[in-house]
């Protein structure tokens, strides 16, 4: 089906995803339910229904329209490329409207294939950018040439969710920290 073009159906298709967004941050993915945003947003529920078939094909279509991947830094180095992706992944989990949604889809995923499908493509996607950094690092001679680009990954990432989590600062400083930890961690003894 070809995306709506009347500007009616278009800012209609505005407001409620702009609703949905703010009830999400709110109140999570089950209470974001279509009545709910029926009520806030103004729109008929008939309306909504008309241009999404149910609960997970209006939140998904929400994420997508405030998604972000990160374009690859390649900076030259695997230090300044990391900390530009690391930074960048801070502050897509800690501002901005998807930052709201990242624990609220991890933890729909598990219940909900769609919303599953969704955290996956996310995730992936995101992912590649990171491996990319890393496998470019090992063939510059970076990293040595059996790390394990996924490892790296795991280890700048889960600390960055981590602190995310529980409140705490993920800034720029964090994410200059924490990659030339990680990258300690992997230079090769003499």
Same mark, same amino acid.
């Given at each position: 089906? *070809?995306?709506?073009?009347?500007?009616?159906?278009?800012?209609?298709?505005?407001?409620?995803?702009?609703?949905?967004? @703010?009830?999400?941050?709110?109140? +999570?993915? =089950? +209470?974001?339910?279509?009545? =709910?945003?029926? #009520?806030? *947003?103004g729109v008929a529920k008939t309306t909504i229904y008309r241009h999404w078939d149910g609960h997970a094909a209006l939140v998904l279509d929400a994420f997508d329209n405030v998604r972000r991947i990160p374009d690859d830094p390649d900076t030259g180095t695997l230090r300044d490329d990391l900390v530009e992706l690391v930074t960048g992944l801070a502050a897509a989990l800690s501002h901005g409207p998807a930052a709201g949604l990242w624990f609220a889809?991890?933890? %729909?995923?598990?219940?909900? !294939?769609q919303l599953a499908?969704? @955290?996956?493509? #996310? %995730?992936? %996607?995101? @992912?590649a950018v990171i491996l990319q950094a890393v496998t470019r690092g090992i063939s510059r001679g970076e990293l040595p040439?059996?790390?394990? !680009? %996924? #490892?790296?990954?795991?280890?700048l990432a889960g600390p960055?969710?981590?602190?995310?989590?529980?409140?705490? !600062?993920?800034?720029?400083? @964090?994410a200059e920290q924490l990659v030339a930890r990680v990258l300690a961690a992997y230079k090769r003894k003499p």
């Open positions: 089906m *070809s995306p709506p073009t009347n500007p009616r159906v278009l800012r209609t298709r505005a407001v409620v995803l702009a609703t949905v967004l @703010h009830l999400l941050a709110e109140r +999570g993915i =089950a +209470g974001t339910t279509i009545e =709910a945003v029926a #009520e806030r *947003s889809l991890v933890d %729909a995923a598990e219940r909900n !294939p499908a969704l @955290h996956h493509r #996310e %995730a992936d %996607a995101r @992912h040439a059996d790390t394990d !680009p %996924a #490892e790296v990954l795991d280890l960055i969710f981590y602190r995310r989590a529980v409140g705490g !600062p993920v800034d720029r400083r @964090h």
